[in-house]
């Protein structure tokens, strides 16, 4: 994907602005159960209803900064990503058309039309992802767990118990989704030759009686994108529950220990509120990995597909410029 940075880097500005708007949306969300703990500890225990108003306030004023800066994070990746898309295109566009007649001949026409359409449209996915969720979610995962041992570190301890076995099973899933998305990349390129000829061959088609035949055709390679699409997304989709599960028997544990904590008054209720409250972002977090790992996987497919064209050999292409076309006239 190395090839498709420096369409990302001409709106590096932009980029920026919804980097910093992400750090201040997930600064907001990680400060806001400290602030519920407050609530709860100073106000609700202590029946002060001052401090519940006070920290309630607080509270509504740090989500409604939150919505704020999404909102704005949104609006500047989606600039990034769509802006970075139209370049691609052009890039491939441009690349296409320098190239010589042997060099297009070896591929197929279907495929350039679906590198151009489906994989761009893979990698401004991925684009505007990271800049939203992907950066995100890890340093929410990062940020809830340092948060939570500044609270209590025996139940952040038992939250970072099973951390290392959900690393490693999603780098798993990723490289085992890249291998079937590309077979799923590949098998559109298929579906879209198959139009291409039916559609550009359509007069001897009907001259000949041959509609049934080509229909029962259509059927075979759409059958075959739709059966490894299916298999690709059923098993991208078993890293969610098995994610969500870890996650949710950590938190069992953590809500057992903490009422026995509770119990021994070494622990305040707001204390167990705010640790449970970052185990549940966490799990959230879990979860927008696994459609990250989709996200990642198809793209990756993608850009591979991308990169074969932008990188074919310069001699495999040929410059026609405005001083080569006023020689030939």
Known sequence: MKVLFPFVKRYKIAAIIAFIFMLLELTADLM??????????????????HS????????????????????????????????????????????????????????????????????????MNIVFMLLRIAMKAPLMALGSIILAFAINAKLAFILC???????????????????????????????????????QAVRLIKAYMRGQYEESRFHLVADGLKLDTMKATRVMEVALPVLQ?????????????????????????????????????????????????????RAKASAKRIDEILTMDEQATEAVNAKDSERLS
């Not at 989500?63 to 898309?85: D, E, I, Q, R, Y």
């Open 32 to 49: 806001q159960p400290i602030l519920m703990a407050n609530m709860i500890n100073k106000g609700l225990l202590e029946d002060d209803l």
């Open 52 to 123: 519940v108003a006070f920290w309630g306030g607080a509270l509504f004023i740090l989500a409604l900064f939150s919505f704020l800066s999404g909102v704005l994070n949104s609006f500047f990746s989606a600039h990034v990503a769509h802006s970075f898309g139209y370049d691609l295109r052009q890039a491939l566009y441009q690349k296409i058309q320098s190239f010589t007649m042997a060099t297009y001949l070896s591929f197929q026409t279907s495929g350039l039309i679906t590198r151009m359409t489906s994989d761009v449209t893979q990698a």
């Open 161 to 199: 118990i099973s951390m290392p076995l959900l690393v490693a099973f999603l780098i798993w899933m990723i490289s085992l989704g890249i291998r079937l998305f590309a077979q799923v990349q590949h098998r559109l390129d298929d579906v879209n030759k198959h139009l291409q000829e039916s559609l």
């Open 245 to 297: 599960f870890v996650m949710n028997v950590s938190l069992l544990v953590v809500i057992w220990v903490g009422a026995d904590l509770i119990r021994a008054n070494e622990l305040l209720v707001g204390d167990l509120a705010a640790i449970i409250n970052y185990a549940f972002r966490m799990t959230a977090t879990f979860s927008i990995f696994s459609f990250i790992i989709i996200a990642y996987a």
